[in-house]
């Protein structure tokens, strides 16, 4: 029966009687069935969940996790880069971890020494200085332009930026605070609803980053990151632009000069041991404003 119904369907009821005629209907009659076949298994496909993996996908994960090592502290500055034990650590191949090797390169967070290796790019006293020089008139300028135009749902994410920063210190995640950190700050700037400020900032970003993310391994305990982010934030829901400018001034200011301090010894000591970690040097005592 099941013969019988294939040839109905292949050569219809009653068929033509010249072979050559009735072996063309065969042969249209197939591929007719042949693409509809195909066409439900394009659909079933099409829904299904299984995609090939996308090698960029994979690339940009493995820059982003070696980007916040180096952002983060992990990798410090003048460490040489081990691709094999980094591939390992990740468990991935040593192709993307070449490939995000060079993507860092080009941002300046690493440098290849011929015949040397791969190095985390070194961060100098002179660096540090001229960074957080910059950085102290990009984020007070942007501060008094806050006062003037920030809006409620700007100041209601500093808020919430800053609440998130108390939870991340009662977890003790200081990963976390690093992240809410750099973010507090950036959101002043974008508060101030000046696009070529927002720009200035945002090409100093990655520098400021890596150095928070120094500067937070100085810290004994997360808390310690808050210091005056409420008091600038409450000067600007107040509106009071000199005070905002002032406080914020005065945190990036005595930021950066520990910061110096710190590396300072930090390299002093790594001449005698490489596996030196960056000093802790106690912050000297807040200045009062007024």
């Not at 860092?104 to 200085?129: A, C, H, R």
Request: proline residues 4%.
């Amino acid at each position: 029966m099941e013969g019988e119904a294939l040839h109905t369907t292949l050569c219809g009821a009653e068929g033509p009687r010249d072979p050559r005629r009735r072996a063309a209907n065969i042969v249209t009659r197939l591929r007719t069935m042949s693409n509809s076949i195909m066409s439900t298994v394009d659909q079933i496909m099409t829904k299904s969940s299984l995609h090939p993996l996308d090698a960029r996908t994979l690339r940009h994960s493995v820059t982003e996790a070696i980007r916040q090592g180096i952002l983060q502290g992990d990798l410090l500055p003048g460490t040489q880069v081990n691709q094999a034990q980094i591939a390992e650590q990740l468990g991935v191949s040593r192709g993307p971890v070449r490939e995000a090797l060079g993507q860092l390169e080009e941002e300046g967070l690493i440098k290849n020494v011929p015949y040397k290796g791969t190095f985390v790019t070194e961060i100098t006293g002179e660096y540090i200085e001229e960074l957080y020089g910059i950085r102290r008139v990009i984020e007070t300028f942007a501060a008094s332009q806050a006062v003037l135009r920030a809006t409620a749902e700007d100041l209601a994410e500093l808020r919430a930026v800053l609440d998130e920063m108390y939870l991340a210190a009662a977890a003790n995640d200081m990963a976390r605070m690093g992240n809410l950190d750099i973010q507090f700050h950036y959101l002043i700037c974008r508060s101030a609803h000046h696009s070529m400020l927002l720009q200035m900032w945002k090409s100093i970003a990655m520098g400021v980053r890596r150095c928070l993310g120094l500067r937070h391994r100085i810290y004994r305990s997360p808390a310690d990151v808050i210091g005056t982010h409420p008091d600038i934030l409450a000067a600007i829901e107040e509106g009071d632009a000199e005070r905002a400018c002032a406080i914020l001034g005065t945190h990036i200011v005595e930021a950066g000069e520990h910061l110096s301090r710190s590396w300072a010894v930090t390299r002093t000591e790594s001449e005698a041991s490489p596996e030196a970690e960056l000093a802790v040097v106690p912050d000297p005592e807040p200045v009062p404003i007024q």
